[in-house]
């Protein structure tokens, strides 16, 4: 998914008032919880976040069929932001469920990092 399409979903599923700017920083936040929780334990990378600059055809981090992360993260935050908390707990429940099948799916089709290694002689 890019970061335009991520924020049409948003803006489709959930009108709302939050500038561009405010939603690609959410969206930055979201990538930077899934690269520092659950990529960097495999694969270190050198994730800078999201800004106004970055190109809307960035692709965004997560894969299908996880990307539905996004829609939840985004709406989570603009619930919450609204004062309409019980629908921001259900946003959150959302969220939380898709970051853990999608942290459980990694862990299980990828190799941990290795920092010690065996030398046999």
Known sequence: MTL??????????????????????????????????????FQP????????????DTVLLVPEPYCSLYEAYLSAQIDFHNGEFTRYQNSAQLYNAIFSALAAWYRRTHVPKQENSITIS
């Open 4 to 41: 335009e399409k991520a924020l049409e979903i948003c803006d489709a599923v959930k009108p709302n008032q939050y500038s561009r700017s405010e939603k690609i920083g959410w969206l930055s936040e979201a990538d930077g919880m899934v690269q520092r929780e659950i990529f960097d334990c």
């Open 45 to 56: 990378s050198s994730f800078e976040g999201y800004t106004e600059e970055t190109p809307e």
